[in-house]
């Protein structure tokens, strides 16, 4: 986990993400990040609001159909 400090850029607050941290998320300068409410609190992404949505629901749907799906792996 990494611990992030607030920091003054012109008039507004703003934080520095670690090169690992951006590495991870394979982001770089210039990309747009977004930020999503969930049931964990909050979560920056690369992905938009309507792509996390997307997500969230196929990660749901894995879940319900675990063993369907590891069956049907074999």
Do not use: Y
Not at 10 to 15: E, F, P
Not at 25 to 49: C, H, K, V, W, Y
Request: hydrophobic fraction near 40%.
């Amino acid at each position: 986990m990494n611990s992030l400090k607030l920091r003054k850029i012109g008039n507004s607050l703003g934080v520095i993400l670690p090169a690992d941290v951006l590495s991870q998320m394979n982001a770089s300068e210039g990309d747009e990040l977004f930020l999503t409410q969930n049931r964990r609190g909050i979560s920056l992404t690369t992905l938009s609001p309507q792509q996390a949505k997307q997500m969230e629901m196929a990660q749901k749907l894995m879940e319900e159909n675990f063993e369907m799906l590891r069956m049907l792996a074999k």
